[in-house]
């Protein structure tokens, strides 16, 4: 595993707000569950937290690497020392732009060397001279 984890939601999360109140229900429900993963309406339904809500909170802690998204279903969540594999991934994967990015040099990187050997012709004459025959 790398060295450089996400922080732990209660290192960073706004103690002593209403919005840390209810960040504090959120993690409860997603970091101390005896599921790994778990769906939004899941942690609606647990926390008593809207839905809007709870995505905000996702939205926020997600950018940080704190909270994974499921691969295999768009729809689930677990924190990020839940599934230490899966962040170690998640932090070292390109972002979609530099995967878009390093696949259209590669592209044209591989159309430029097929036009350079596609324009080269071998020549037994050293000579510059037009050669035509009479």
Same mark, same amino acid.
């Given at each position: 595993?790398?060295?450089?984890?996400?922080?732990?939601?209660y %290192? =960073? @999360?706004?103690?002593?707000?209403?919005?840390?109140s209810?960040? =504090?229900?959120?993690f409860?429900?997603?970091?101390r569950? $005896?599921?790994?993963?778990?769906?939004?309406?899941? !942690?609606?339904?647990?926390?008593?937290?809207?839905?809007?809500?709870?995505?905000?909170? !996702?939205? $926020? @802690?997600?950018?940080?690497?704190?909270? !994974?998204?499921?691969?295999?279903?768009? +729809? +689930? @969540?677990? @924190?990020?020392?839940?599934?230490?594999?899966?962040?170690? $991934?998640?932090?070292?994967?390109?972002?979609?732009?530099?995967?878009?990015?390093?696949?259209? =040099? $590669?592209?044209?990187?591989?159309?430029?060397?097929?036009?350079?050997?596609?324009?080269?012709?071998? %020549? &037994? &004459? &050293?000579? %510059? &001279?037009?050669?035509t025959?009479?």
């Amino acid at each position: 595993m790398s060295n450089h984890n996400p922080p732990h939601w209660y %290192d =960073v @999360y706004p103690q002593g707000t209403k919005e840390g109140s209810e960040e =504090v229900k959120f993690f409860k429900a997603l970091a101390r569950s $005896k599921f790994t993963w778990r769906s939004v309406a899941a !942690i609606v339904k647990e926390t008593g937290l809207s839905q809007k809500r709870v995505e905000e909170i !996702i939205t $926020k @802690y997600e950018a940080q690497g704190i909270i !994974i998204n499921n691969a295999k279903n768009e +729809n +689930n @969540y677990a @924190y990020w020392e839940l599934v230490p594999k899966t962040s170690e $991934k998640k932090r070292s994967k390109k972002s979609i732009s530099d995967k878009d990015k390093a696949k259209r =040099v $590669k592209a044209f990187a591989q159309n430029q060397a097929g036009a350079t050997l596609g324009n080269f012709t071998c %020549d &037994d &004459d &050293d000579d %510059d &001279d037009d050669d035509t025959t009479p």
